[in-house]
């Protein structure tokens, strides 16, 4: 297991979308995702893809926010993802990036998606979700494809340093950098 090197806004990694896996259940992509749950806690984060540790695979790792009674967080993995939105609605929030350090930005995302994805044990995973878990998915699955939050942003007026936001609205506990 190691900490892997997270790559940063303008370069070409993060800007094209990532192959697809051909073997899920593979050593090295376990191997792969080992290391980018270790990276993803050790930066701390909430989410992480493949791309962002310079590896053009469709490969993410993210926590779910705290669910159940006792609230618990998930680690999902997912090889290969998709997802769709579930109606139209949406929300802006503020979002960061461990790829785009420092900055927070206003990202309009849809509130509720169906996302699924082939686990490392191979098996599929088909979920329907809202809120910040929706949140969460569709910023680690826009890096598959080659986007960064700030691409997402409807004015770039609302893209701030993190210690400057303070001026515009408080930071809520389940926004950290994803």
């Not at 900490?3 to 800007?15: D, F, N, T, Y």
């Not at 090295?28 to 990276?39: A, G, P, Q, S, W």
């Not at 082939?118 to 098996?123: A, H, M, R, V």
Request: net charge negative; with cysteine; glycine share 8%.
């Amino acid at each position: 297991m190691a900490i892997l090197k997270i790559a940063r806004m303008g370069h070409p990694v993060l800007a094209r979308p990532a192959d697809s896996v051909p073997d899920p259940t593979a050593p090295e992509i376990h191997d792969l995702i080992r290391d980018m749950v270790d990276t993803m806690i050790d930066a701390p984060g909430q989410g992480l893809a493949a791309p962002q540790v310079h590896v053009s695979l469709r490969v993410a790792v993210f926590l779910t926010p705290p669910e159940g009674d006792p609230p618990q967080r998930e680690l999902v993995t997912l090889v290969n993802p998709s997802w769709q939105s579930v109606g139209e609605e949406q929300d802006i929030a503020w979002e960061g990036c461990l790829s785009v350090p420092g900055l927070r930005g206003l990202v309009p995302r849809y509130t509720h998606i169906r996302y699924s994805g082939t686990l490392p044990d191979g098996s599929r995973l088909d979920r329907e979700v809202g809120g910040w878990h929706a949140r969460v998915v569709q910023h680690e699955l826009d890096h598959l494809d080659g986007i960064l939050y700030p691409q997402r942003m409807d004015d770039l007026k609302d893209l701030v340093f993190e210690s400057e936001l303070r001026h515009r609205a408080p930071l809520q506990p389940e926004e950290r950098e994803e």
